[in-house]
């Protein structure tokens, strides 16, 4: 059994969520710990990064609804922090038993505020003067007959590309390091995959 498992940037990916922690759980030695570092959903509603919602993403979380699911398992919340990767994300630690941590209300409290505070429209608009700007961006490259290189073939990558049509005309190329991308088109515009 072990002492600490991890799962970062795996949460979002995972279609039972309860099961996953359950299966931790049951893997666990007593006093052992789960910690999940995943997106947190407030900094990606107030960026209106919309790049970040594509086909692996199964949910983008917020600690409100991971504190329920720990219960399911029989896990309880022994700590919360807020990290820089990825934008903002969080580092939930989860324990069989275990006191919860003193910031667990501020970081409920800010998420909450953050979301009524939002709200959909506000998301949309962020994210449409998001693509605006960056439709403008290209636009002024290709006037200025500039050569624009995408580097990395990514899965954001590619919802921008879809979703900002001036950025798929605007691509020369894109360089990736992964050797099964290379000479491939990427989806939707066909801009060519190629080798640094």
């Known amino acids: 059994q072990a002492d600490l498992i991890t799962a970062f940037n795996v949460f979002g990916h995972v279609n039972d969520p309860p099961a996953f922690l359950r299966a931790a759980a049951l893997a666990l030695k007593p ?3 789960v910690v999940i570092e995943t997106p947190w959903v407030v900094p990606v509603i107030r960026g209106g990064t919309y790049d970040t919602f594509y086909h692996e993403h199964l949910n983008t979380w917020g600690l409100s609804p991971m ?3 720990g219960h399911e398992a029989g896990l309880v919340v022994t700590g919360v922090e807020i990290v820089e990767v990825h934008g903002g994300s969080l580092r939930v630690t989860f324990q069989a038993d ?3 941590p003193s910031n667990l209300y501020d970081v ?3 998420e909450d505020f953050a979301l ?3 709200g959909r429209e506000a998301f949309r608009y962020k994210a449409m003067m998001a693509q605006d700007a960056l439709a403008t961006w290209c636009q002024g490259q290709r006037h200025e007959e500039n050569l624009v290189v995408g580097y990395g073939a990514s899965a954001r990558g590619m919802v921008l590309l879809n979703t900002i049509p001036d950025l798929g005309m605007t691509l020369a190329s894109i360089v990736d390091d992964t050797k099964e991308k290379q000479g491939l088109l990427t989806a939707g515009y066909g801009v060519a995959i190629e080798k640094p």
């Open 98 to 100: 275990g006191t919860q």
């Open 31 to 33: 006093g052992g710990r």
């Open 116 to 118: 009524r505070e939002m």
């Open 67 to 69: 504190i329920p699911v």
């Open 108 to 110: 409920l409290l800010a």
